[in-house]
């Protein structure tokens, strides 16, 4: 745990243990179901209040493009008038961004706690932006590949749409949060120069929540379309198998009526061939022009039979 600088007091605390967020939790005095959101932590983004403390979850996010994937991490925030306490699981970038900004500007640090809380979410929201640039460089390329004709694209655009399905439920909650705590300006007496502030906020966020948008509708689109040309590839593919198929079964019906011709004339020969005794066409004078006529006959016959009906 170490104290920032800033007033009101800022305690900061990294990957703490069960039994330190239980410790805080008993020095602040909070609430029981306060206590076992911090201390179970994996919380959806939200705001909630506890008495006089504001407590919020964001869900910050990095863009590995090494990995193509997008890392998120989980900070917490307790807020009230006098003490502000963040708690990370995992990247702490945003509360070290915040803190600078805060250290470079006395007089926005000077509003309070509020002042730190927006500026938290002011960090969290600006590492959404190269997460929505490499998202959209993912899917560029993933078109090339489908317009390609890349048949492992496939794969890519599954992991791609968990991707921008995971980044969209941290910045959808969160739009959500930006919205209740402009709902309570009035009613908490909010200082001009923080509301502005978080109007800042509120314009980014909303930039990244149409970019997010805009990557999830060309993602359903190129879904779509890289189902449409496989379609037309399996469909292509079974045609070529059918001509293939085709083609066997014209040479086979070839090779069955040339077999067919050449064995009539065969089957003539070779009875004439045994040389029987008692053949009567074996002495008669004209049986050896008679068994050329009929294995020609037949030869003929043949002929014109698998002719007609297209065989040969």
Do not use: C
Not at 152 to 166: A, C
Not at 218 to 234: E, F, K, P, S, Y
């Amino acid at each position: 745990m170490r104290t920032l600088t800033h007033e009101p007091t800022w305690l900061d605390l990294s990957q703490p243990t069960a039994a330190q967020l239980v410790e805080l939790a008993q020095e602040l005095g909070l609430h029981d179901l306060l206590t076992e959101d911090l201390v179970a932590a994996h919380q959806r983004p939200k705001l909630e209040r506890y008495g006089d403390w504001l407590f919020v979850v964001l869900h910050t996010a990095r863009y590995v493009d090494s990995r193509e994937e997008v890392r998120f991490a989980e900070l917490h925030v307790l807020a009230r008038a006098d003490r502000v306490v963040t708690i990370t699981h995992g990247d702490g970038r945003a509360v070290d961004v915040a803190r600078r900004r805060l250290a470079a500007d006395p007089e926005l640090a000077g509003l309070g706690s509020e002042a730190i809380l927006y500026a938290l979410m002011d960090a969290v929201v600006d590492h959404y932006a190269p997460v929505v640039r490499g998202l959209a460089h993912d899917l560029e390329e993933i078109e090339l590949q489908v317009f390609g004709g890349d048949e492992g694209v496939s794969r890519r655009i599954w992991d791609l749409t968990g991707e921008v399905g995971d980044f969209g439920r941290a910045v959808g909650p969160l739009q959500d949060i930006v919205e209740g705590l402009t709902a309570g300006f009035e009613k908490y007496e909010v200082p001009e120069a923080l509301r502005s502030y978080l109007r800042d906020v509120a314009d980014h966020l909303a930039g990244v929540a149409e970019s997010t948008d805009s990557v999830r509708g060309q993602l359903r689109d190129i879904v779509t379309v890289n189902a449409t040309l496989l379609g037309q590839r399996q469909i292509e593919e079974m045609r070529a198998l059918a001509d293939v198929g085709q083609q066997e079964n014209e040479a086979m019906k070839k090779i069955s009526a040339w077999a067919a011709i050449i064995f009539a004339p065969g089957v003539i020969g070779g009875i004439y061939g045994m040389n029987f005794d008692y053949m009567p066409e074996l002495h008669w004078r004209y049986g050896y022009p008679f068994a050329l006529g009929l294995m020609a006959l037949a030869t003929i016959i043949l002929f014109g039979l698998f002719k007609k009906k297209k065989w040969i």
